[in-house]
């Protein structure tokens, strides 16, 4: 990899090191950290050999066009050629990714451009983007490799550099008229008459608004900010972090620019009073008249009407409630909830009853699996009625519709667009379940392993059922390592903390190589003491589906039995993921392994070798780590270090 990565460097491209066989940046600051200096090349290939190799486009002076076949990325690329180019292109380089897609180089047009979709499939990644090049590898195995290496790169035609320009927006000028004194005092009096910015009440446009009369009073950058802490504190329930605060204050500065609307106001206006509806876990209390928005609302328990807990899964899954089923990946927590899903689409009884049910609707969130060539089979294998399965696949951002007829949309984010999904749930007619997998793929820029942040994100999804009457069900990953699966649920404990019901997925330990799963009960505060579930999965590929078991599992038998030793996960990792190597460098065992990579705690992977039986090496200036069965005779002499092949120049 060294030498292809000071090869690239000669023809002025900015290089970045990768993790080996993955997309990941090596370091810390990713895309930022790209260089042209042989020094820093011949440092981070010589720590680790096998990275794979990342070239920043912007910076090299290249916008590349990423087609990936697995989401579409093919015919749409073809639909945009015919439409605009009559099925031709400029002959550019060209390489082939390892998942069968193609990269399209061409020449950077000199204006910003940034990363983005501009097809189904189809993506630019340009300023501040990467992409992998040969002969890196790929996570599943196939190497990145050049189609016509030595052809120089073309300049993009007319058609598509267009799609790569942003609109030109007006920029912020200052008010003509000089800024008063006083300029900030009347902007904050202004800010105390409007409405507070309450969560599920309208409270991102509320605090939208207030940043636009600070824009509009002619505030500079310090007074704007001092104006809107002082509402972040004051009005806004819950505050925003600062970092949304911040975004909030520059959407502002384009929008007033981009309207024109720039002046001093000499008094505020009177806004009057909005009537709004704020979600309860006992359903939406309407604001009206002698009620202020943002103060306690408060009822007696003498006037409040006892009711039952509502099921849709008896003992198992709660309407109106948040669940949570965490596991490892590759158990088939997807197939558990897609069976979900196809049982309620169709009426079907559940697993442990024989009555039928009523049929509802399903609105599904999935990161992880393409809805045609994944999806979609395995509901059908499922039985699901695909009449009433519907999945979100983004939000909205440009009233336009590109040429395979989807229009473009930016992914979900759950910390910002819950009044989204309520739309969603509302479009149905029978909205009975919420599908959300993984729910670490839609929190934004939420830190997973903060409580608060965590909780701030679910706490309206848990409103959002509460008023809907509908069962969320989020699907998490369970870290690697022992203790209770409560406690080693993906980030903070509050994602089960939050939630009524959590049950874990986990391999049935009297024959955990085989196809059973058990679905057993970690938390739940709203039924009693639940037996588990047996089920497995049968059939390959597009046809395999779940089959649930008649044996039950007793909860006391689940809690009771040992978790499986960490160092023989770890060593079944180790099998896996590096299936034709025996040893393997320290710095990229630790990397790939460790909490950052697979997620096998530091003290884990750091006393493998004392405590889990692994070999451990020291050879041709370097710390080596091999399998249990690994023979000393098998590390790679530096002559067998994988062959790379010579580049030949390129004439750019």
């Not at 451009?113 to 097809?119: Q, Y």
């Not at 900030?184 to 507070?196: I, Q, V």
């Not at 070798?609 to 249990?628: E, T």
Request: hydrophobic content about 40%; proline content about 8%.
């Amino acid at each position: 990899m060294l030498e292809h990565a000071l090869q690239y460097i000669a023809l002025g491209w900015h290089i970045l090191p990768l993790h080996p066989r993955d997309k990941r940046p090596a370091t810390a600051h990713g895309v930022k950290d790209a260089s042209t200096n042989a020094a820093d090349i011949e440092r981070w290939w010589s720590e680790v050999p096998f990275r794979n190799i990342g070239l920043a486009c912007g910076v090299s002076g290249i916008v590349a066009v990423d087609i990936d076949p697995r989401n579409g990325g093919d015919q749409s690329w073809a639909d945009l050629l015919d439409i605009n180019q009559d099925g031709t292109l400029p002959a550019t380089l060209e390489a082939e990714t390892g998942s069968g897609g193609r990269h399209i180089l061409f020449k950077h047009p000199g204006f910003p451009v940034k990363n983005r979709s501009i097809a189904k499939g189809v993506d630019i990644k340009a300023d501040n983007g990467y992409i992998v090049v040969a002969p890196s590898v790929h996570p599943f195995g196939p190497s990145y490799r050049w189609l016509n290496w030595g052809t120089p790169i073309a300049d993009a035609p007319e058609w598509l550099a267009a799609m790569w320009r942003e609109p030109d927006l007006p920029r912020f000028a200052p008010p003509r008229i000089a800024v008063p004194d006083d300029a900030e005092e009347r902007c904050m009096k202004y800010l105390e008459k409007m409405d507070p910015a309450v969560s599920l009440a309208g409270g991102h446009d509320a605090t939208f608004r207030a940043a636009c009369e600070c824009i509009r009073f002619g505030l500079d950058d310090a007074a704007t900010w001092r104006c809107m802490e002082w509402w972040n504190t004051n009005k806004c329930v819950p505050p925003w972090t600062t970092r949304e605060l911040d975004h909030k204050i520059q959407d502002a500065r384009k929008a007033v620019a981009k309207s024109g609307r720039v002046g001093i106001r000499v008094e505020p206006e009177p806004t009057g009073f909005e009537r709004r509806v704020l979600a309860t876990p006992n359903g939406a209390v309407e604001l009206s008249a002698g009620v202020v928005a943002g103060e306690p609302y408060m009822r007696r328990f003498s006037d409040i009407k006892p009711q039952d807990i509502k099921w849709l899964w008896r003992d198992r899954i709660p309407q109106s409630k948040l669940t949570i089923v965490a596991g490892d990946p590759g158990l088939g927590k997807s197939f558990l909830t897609l069976d979900l899903a196809a049982r309620v689409s169709t009426g079907a009884p559940w697993p442990d009853d024989t009555l039928p049910q009523e049929p509802g609707d399903v609105v599904l969130l999935s990161a992880e699996d393409n809805p045609e060539d994944t999806i979609w089979h395995r509901l059908n294998a499922a039985g699901a009625n695909m009449e009433r399965v519907y999945i979100v696949e983004g939000v909205v951002t440009e009233a336009k519709v590109s040429a395979d007829g989807a229009p473009p949309v930016r992914p979900m984010d759950l910390a910002k667009d819950v009044y989204q999904l309520r739309l969603a749930i509302e479009r149905c007619e029978n909205c009975k379940l919420v599908i959300v997998d993984p729910i670490s793929a839609y929190m934004g820029k939420a830190d997973a392993n903060s409580n608060t942040e965590v909780r701030g994100v679910l706490q309206p999804l848990v409103y959002t059922a509460a008023d809907k009457g509908v069962a969320v069900v989020a699907v998490t990953h369970l870290r690697k390592g022992e203790g209770p699966a409560l406690y080693r649920a993906v980030g903070s404990i509050g994602f089960v903390a939050t939630c009524r019901v959590a049950w874990s997925v986990e391999r049935d330990r009297d024959d955990p190589l085989g196809p059973v799963r058990v679905m057993k009960p970690i938390k739940s505060n709203v039924s009693p003491d639940t037996v588990g579930m047996k089920y497995a999965l049968e059939g390959a590929g597009k046809d395999a589906r779940v089959r649930w078991l008649d044996t039950a599992i007793a909860l006391s038998s689940l809690v009771d039995a040992p978790e499986p030793n960490v160092y023989d996960q770890l060593a079944a990792w180790f099998d896996d993921f590096y299936p034709d190597h025996d040893w393997v460098p320290v710095a990229e065992f630790e990397q790939m392994a460790g909490p950052k990579g697979q997620g096998f705690a530091a003290s884990t992977v750091r006393d493998m070798a004392n405590s889990g039986g692994f070999k451990k090496a020291r050879r041709h200036d370097r710390w080596w780590v091999g399998k249990r069965q690994a023979n000393l005779r098998s590390i790679p002499e530096p002559s067998e270090e994988p062959d790379l092949s010579e580049v030949p120049d390129l004439d750019p």
